[in-house]
């Protein structure tokens, strides 16, 4: 038999994750949030009848247990759950954040839990989008060697990929996940805000950037980083980079050297594929460094 889960905070992650153990198998000890509302809506989504405002009250008795709280709750309500002795000796007790380390939810090992963290590696707006994309997605683990082999049979059981880094390494991974998601859609803005000086509406913009985001990650994932890089730099088209700059200066000053700064590490990826001669690379990174 599955061990039992609680969840303690129901928003979009905790709901979602709580629902996704019990279409899995897992019995569901109890949810818990500060608004007991929250917690009642979240418990008749996952199809328990057990939910507190008090989370001690639902982690005694559960096996495992996921803080699903915001990031800067996520100490604090350990330790208050600690400081209950509410975590069952032996439990194994796991965190969200993809900031954060696992080292946050040391009061817990105090108590004689072992502990993790699992961050499912998607952005997700809502309970039922996220319902769709967590499975499929891949979830980061760091923890507790005790935590692993359970942490790993827990994201085989949502469908999801199961990787594994060190806890030192949380922030750079983290870095990662948020230039890869939340720059691109800065790199979006920066882009309509172009098109929109020439006179293009936002929406139409945003349209045609779209369709042209879903072409690059189509490429990205079936040739890879390297072969995916298309455009001027990619075919040493200095002439071309010359105008963007020349005409960046002159209408959109305040976005140069973000356009240069990109283009100087584009020219780093599009030198390593070979397909460039020296002076060609040379000549755009002179360029761009002006």
Same mark, same amino acid.
């Given at each position: 038999m599955k061990r039992a889960i609680a969840i303690v905070g129901c928003g979009t992650i905790g709901t979602t994750l709580g629902r996704l153990f019990a279409e899995a198998g897992y019995p569901i000890a109890? =949810? *818990?949030? +500060?608004? /007991?509302e929250s917690a009642r809506t979240a418990a008749e989504f996952i199809g328990t009848s057990n939910y507190s405002d008090n989370s001690a009250q639902i982690t005694l008795d559960a096996d495992i247990v996921f803080i699903t709280t915001t990031d800067i709750c996520i100490e604090p309500v350990c330790d208050e759950i600690a400081q209950n002795r509410a975590f069952k000796k032996g439990a194994f007790v796991f965190h969200c954040s993809g900031a954060l380390p696992s080292g946050i939810l040391r009061s817990a090992r105090h108590c004689g839990a072992y502990t993790g963290s699992?961050?499912? !590696?998607?952005?997700?707006?809502?309970?039922? %989008?996220?319902? #769709?994309?967590?499975? &499929? #997605?891949? #979830? =980061?683990?760091?923890? %507790?060697?005790?935590?692993?082999?359970?942490? +790993?049979?827990? =994201?085989?059981?949502?469908g999801a990929d199961f990787m594994q880094i060190g806890e030192r390494d949380k922030p750079l991974y983290h870095a990662a996940a948020v230039v890869a998601s939340n720059y691109l859609v800065t790199l979006v803005s920066v882009a309509t805000e172009l098109n929109e000086i020439i006179g293009i509406s936002g929406r139409s913009s945003a349209k045609g950037l779209l369709c042209l985001i879903? &072409?690059? !990650? @189509?490429? !990205?994932?079936?040739? &890879?980083?390297? @072969?995916? !890089?298309? &455009?001027? /730099?990619?075919?040493? @088209? /200095?002439?071309?980079? *010359?105008?963007?700059? @020349?005409?960046?200066? +002159?209408r959109a000053p305040h976005l140069l050297s973000l356009y240069k700064a990109l283009g100087e590490m584009t020219v780093s990826i599009a030198g390593a594929n070979g397909k460039l001669d020296t002076d060609t690379i040379e000549g755009m990174q002179t360029l761009l460094a002006a």
């Open positions: 109890g =949810v *818990a949030s +500060r608004r /007991i699992i961050h499912p !590696l998607q952005s997700v707006a809502s309970v039922k %989008e996220a319902l #769709c994309t967590i499975a &499929g #997605c891949t #979830c =980061v683990f760091e923890g %507790e060697p005790e935590v692993l082999l359970t942490a +790993r049979e827990l =994201v085989r059981d949502i879903r &072409g690059t !990650l @189509d490429n !990205l994932e079936k040739l &890879g980083i390297s @072969d995916a !890089l298309t &455009g001027p /730099i990619a075919r040493g @088209d /200095i002439g071309t980079i *010359a105008s963007h700059i @020349d005409a960046i200066k +002159r």
